[in-house]
C-alpha cells in the first residue's frame, strides 16, 4: 500500500485565517486519504491556532528564503538536482517570482525522499502554491492542480510565472468554492473549461450545533455581529454607515465587529464623527471559542457588507457566513460573487446591493424587528449549510474531483469505500495530456528557457 496519495503544497499551512483548508485536510483524511504536506512558510509562531496541535507534527515546512537558497546549491553542487533545474536558475536573469523555481526544486527533492509514489500535487489560490506546483510538473512530471478562491482570480497578478492561462491550461483540475466562479473560470479559460469542478469549501457543522442548542439566548435581541479582516472588501464602512441610519430610526441595537486590519483606525474615526461609540464595538481579534459564544448567545443576525475593492478584489464565499448559518443565525449581506448561494435572499438571509448603506439598513432593520423570521431563516441556513456546507459532504465532492481529473495515486480500498472506480477508470481511459506530461530533456548547449517554459 503507498504511504501517501498525493501532495498539497501550501504558501501557509496551518494558519488561522484560512481554517478551510485545515478542514479540507482533515476531511480527507476521515475519507481515507494520506497526502503529504509541504507549507513555503513556517507557522509555528502564529499566536491564534484554530487546528489540532498535532496538525503541525504532519506538516514539512521549507526552510526560510536565505536557507532554501543555500540548500538548492549545495544540491547543485553535489549533482543532485534535476539539469532542467540547474539551467533554468541560470538563465533565470531579472525575470520576478524566481523563488518559486527553489520551492519547486527544494520540494521536488524531499517528495523523491518521502513521498516517491505521489505523482499529483494540489495547492489551494492561484498563486505561490500554485506556480510552485506548475514547477514541479515542468521538472519532475507531476501532475497538478489547484483551488481558486478569491481575490487570487480577481485580481490581474501581472508579475507572476507563469501567468493564468499557462497556469490554467496545464492543470488537471480546477477546484473553485462557488458556482460563480466556475462560470468566470470557465469563460475566461475555455480550453479548461471541462477540468474546472465546484467544490464548496466545508465546514465541521458539529461544534456551532453543539454551542447553540445549550447558549442562553437572553443577549441575543438586537446584536448584530459582523467578523472579519477591517480591510476594504469587508464593507465595514457600510455596515457602520447603516449603524448610523440604524440609531437615527430609534432601532435598539449592538454592533461587535470582531478583527484587525490597515483600517481600524479610519473606522474608528468614522465611528467617533457619528457618534455610534455607545452601539457599535471593535473586539479585536478573538479565538474561536469566544467567537463562537457571541454566535451563539449575543447575537440575533449576522451582516457582512462585502463589497468590490478598486482593484477587483471582493470576497467570493466567506467562511464568516456559512459559520453563522451553522450557528443558526439569519445573515444580511451584499449581491456579490458567491454570497447568494450561502444567503438565498428571503430563505436563510437577506441581500443587498454592494455599497448601499441606506438599503442595508432596511434590511437589518426588518430583521431586528422579527424575532420569530429571524429563528425561521436561522432554521433554514443550517438545513442548508448541512446540505451543501458540512465537510463530510465536501469532502466527498473533492475526493471524486481528484479521482477523475488528478493523478492521485490509485487506492484499490479508498476507491471500493466512495464508489470511484469508474471515475479511476475514465481517467485511465481519457486521461488529458495534463496527466500524461513527460518531462522534457534539458541540454545545457541548446537550453532555451522561454521554450522550456512553454513547452513547444
Not at 448559518?325 to 454570497?339: E, H, K, N, W
Amino acid at each position: 500500500m503507498s504511504c501517501y496519495h498525493l501532495a498539497y503544497v501550501f504558501e501557509r499551512f496551518p494558519t488561522f485565517t484560512q481554517t478551510f483548508c485545515v478542514r479540507e485536510i482533515l476531511g480527507l483524511e476521515q475519507q481515507g486519504v494520506r497526502p503529504l504536506i509541504f507549507s513555503i512558510h513556517n507557522t509555528r509562531d502564529e499566536s491564534i491556532k484554530h487546528f489540532p496541535a498535532e496538525l503541525l507534527d504532519r506538516v514539512v515546512f521549507l526552510p526560510d528564503e536565505e536557507g532554501l537558497v543555500q540548500q538548492i546549491k549545495a544540491w547543485k553542487d553535489a549533482n543532485q538536482l534535476p539539469q532542467s533545474v540547474v539551467l533554468t536558475l541560470r538563465h533565470w536573469a531579472d525575470r520576478p517570482d524566481k523563488m518559486r523555481v527553489y520551492e519547486a526544486a527544494w520540494i521536488g527533492k524531499k517528495l523523491q525522499e518521502l513521498g516517491p509514489e505521489i505523482k499529483h500535487v494540489h495547492s489551494h489560490f492561484a498563486g505561490v502554491g500554485a506556480r510552485t506546483c506548475w514547477w514541479l510538473r515542468k521538472f519532475h512530471g507531476h501532475s497538478y492542480s489547484f483551488t481558486a478562491h478569491a481575490n487570487d482570480i480577481f485580481c490581474q497578478q501581472t508579475d507572476a510565472i507563469p501567468p493564468a492561462l499557462q497556469l490554467a491550461n496545464d492543470a488537471s483540475l480546477i477546484v473553485t468554492v462557488s458556482d460563480f466562479t466556475a462560470a468566470d473560470l470557465k469563460s475566461r479559460f475555455p480550453a479548461a473549461a471541462a477540468r474546472v469542478q465546484r467544490v464548496y469549501n466545508g465546514l465541521d457543522l458539529e461544534p456551532f450545533i453543539s454551542e447553540r442548542l445549550k447558549a442562553d439566548r437572553s443577549k441575543a435581541a438586537g446584536g448584530i455581529l459582523s467578523v472579519g479582516r477591517l480591510i476594504e472588501k469587508k464593507g465595514y464602512d457600510d455596515l457602520i454607515s447603516a449603524c448610523g441610519l440604524l440609531r437615527d430610526r430609534g432601532v435598539s441595537f449592538h454592533c461587535r465587529i470582531v478583527g484587525e486590519g490597515p483600517l481600524e483606525e479610519d473606522l474608528k474615526f468614522q465611528i467617533l464623527k457619528l457618534h455610534l461609540h455607545d452601539c457599535v464595538t471593535f473586539t479585536g481579534p478573538l479565538g474561536m471559542p469566544e467567537i463562537m459564544r457571541l454566535l451563539t448567545e449575543e447575537t440575533q443576525v449576522f451582516a457582512l457588507a462585502c463589497k468590490t475593492e478598486q482593484d477587483g478584489g471582493k470576497d467570493n464565499l466567506p467562511t464568516v457566513l456559512m459559520e453563522a448559518m451553522a450557528a443558526s443565525l439569519p445573515c444580511v449581506s451584499t449581491r456579490l460573487a458567491g454570497v447568494p448561494e450561502m444567503v438565498i435572499d428571503g430563505i436563510t438571509g437577506l441581500l443587498c446591493n454592494e455599497q448601499q448603506p441606506e438599503q442595508l439598513t432596511g434590511l437589518l432593520a426588518a430583521l431586528l424587528a422579527d424575532p420569530t423570521r429571524c429563528q425561521q431563516m436561522g432554521d433554514a441556513g443550517l438545513a442548508h449549510a448541512k446540505e451543501n456546507f458540512a465537510k463530510e459532504v465536501t469532502s466527498k465532492y473533492l475526493l471524486r474531483a481528484f479521482a477523475r481529473h488528478s493523478g492521485i495515486v490509485f487506492d484499490y480500498a479508498l476507491a471500493s469505500r466512495h464508489g470511484l472506480l469508474c471515475r479511476f477508470l475514465q481517467r485511465a481511459l481519457f486521461a488529458p495530456m495534463q496527466l500524461r506530461h513527460k518531462i522534457e530533456k534539458a541540454r545545457d548547449k541548446t537550453f532555451d528557457l522561454l521554450r522550456f517554459m512553454s513547452g513547444t
